[in-house]
């Protein structure tokens, strides 16, 4: 049984940086690709983030490109986003996703995610 866990957010200024975790717990973490999504108040939960389950490819929402970075660390069964710059309208709950495979018109549909974390709030003041 995979769990998802998110490390906590917080409130945080425009400019400002922020790290999110997300542990991984179950069998074999290097089976699932790896994915952050958002979802503000009113809006649908949006892909942010991928990655593959070696590292090596990456997907990023137009938004964030430049700004916030997904990385991995299989040794830790461990992923994480950097983000920064951060934007009021970076303000959202934060959410990490678990699915087998890679096949790239799927990437960044929801639905495409078997497990998911219960989220985080991230709230960017201006």
């Known amino acids: 049984q995979v769990q998802l866990e998110e490390s906590a957010g917080g409130l945080v200024q425009a400019g400002d940086s922020l790290k999110l975790s997300c542990e991984f717990s179950g069998p074999t973490f290097t089976n699932y690709r790896m994915g952050w999504f958002r979802q503000a108040p009113g809006n649908e939960r949006d892909i942010v983030a991928v990655?593959?389950?070696?590292?090596?490819?990456?997907v990023y929402a137009d938004s964030v490109k430049g700004r916030f970075t997904i990385s991995r660390d299989n040794a830790k069964n461990t992923m994480y986003l950097q983000m920064n710059n951060l934007r009021p309208e970076d303000t959202a709950v934060y959410y990490c996703a678990a699915d087998c495979g890679w096949v790239r018109q799927e990437l960044r549909q929801e639905s495409a995610y078997q497990y998911w974390g219960q989220g985080t709030q991230v709230t960017v003041s201006s």
């Open positions: 990655i593959s389950w070696s590292g090596a490819a990456t």
